[in-house]
């Protein structure tokens, strides 16, 4: 199965030759070709929820099915590109790893990584926690400051709104103020209250997600450009199966709009599943789907590339002028294959819409809204 054959140009996931160390491969020469993917750490304390997250954002895992997965005794890759655009590894690590274990290359499981999340479980005392932490990020950032360090403020789903922000602003203290004794002040770090029971994980993910993505600024000039020529609220261009957001338009994203447009691709995909032709995959056939909602407002779902699909929110006014907001998507779905061809190291991105592809959208755009 060739990722993104299914709609014209083709397009790779991520750039093959993409390196978070821009040219300087050094940091994983030493790695085997698959370790060579750009990877995503999951760390954490035992029983904080590491294989949770990984099995529910990624493999479709129900949230109680997480109850029974056993420990994780070694560090599991998970090569996630067959089955999703996101062309990267994640390594779930356990929860008793020992920095001082000469079994462990640190070198080389540092070396290689875009971003280290951190999953504190925020039901549990969390300072044992808390000095894991440290010590992860300040080795971490020791061996590759690229790194990325993305706390996840995990089992939220247990506290009350109060709790959560209370919570949070107690870890990050703790956690920054720790930082700066050690004199890491350039040490960045990004918190997130998660849990496996709403969207709010694959919200965290997303955001992850896109830091690592170079080509992230462009597309959301891109969907930009759309949402405004098309008369359209908002657009999220979205990973299928692992339900991340690639990239959104720059208005807010409120997190009821995010979870109605994930709740439209789980129809879609269970609908394709049970009554879909055996022989098609799910968004193999430029999939188009609408449901108009009681708030006079329309999600409209269309593919495109095997792994992508742009879902957007539209009033149903607007909607009148379906046969412009289609010939945008035309010209959006050219657009990204255009952009996801670029390789950085040939010509790196500068997160400004090409002046061809601003132009085509322009043409498409309504009176109205021009
Ligand atoms: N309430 C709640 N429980 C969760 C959440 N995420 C995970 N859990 C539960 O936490 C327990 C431990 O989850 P695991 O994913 O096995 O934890 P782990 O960090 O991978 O553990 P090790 O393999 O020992 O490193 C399981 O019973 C999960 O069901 C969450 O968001 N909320």
Redesign the pocket.
Known sequence: MEPHEGFGLPVEPFPKTFSYHGDDDDAVSTATASDMKPRILIM??????????Q??VFHKMS??E??F?????KIFKDDVSNTSFINFQIW?I???IDFLDSTFDLDMIFGGTGALIF?V?A?DDYMEALTCLHQAVSKAFRINPQIRFEIFI?????LSDDHKIETQRDISQRANEELHEASLIDLHLSFHL????DHS?FEAFSKVVQKLIPQHSTLENLLSSFVQNSGIEKTFLFDVVSKIYIATDGSPVDMQSYELCCEMIDVMLDMTCIYGDDAEDATTQDSTCIIRLNNSNILYLREVTRFLVVVCIVRDDAFTKRGIIDYNILLLKKAIHEVFDVRPRHGKQNGHLHPEMRNNLMQASLPAHA
């Not at 954490?44 to 997250?53: A, P, V």
Request: hydrophobic share 25%; glycine share 10%; charged share 25%.
């Open positions: 954490g304390l035992r029983r904080s929820g590491k294989s949770s997250i099995k529910v949230p109680n997480t109850l997965l056993e420990i994780t005794s779930d356990p929860g008793q999953v479980d039901q995990h089992k939220v789903d247990g998660t849990s496996i029971y994980i």
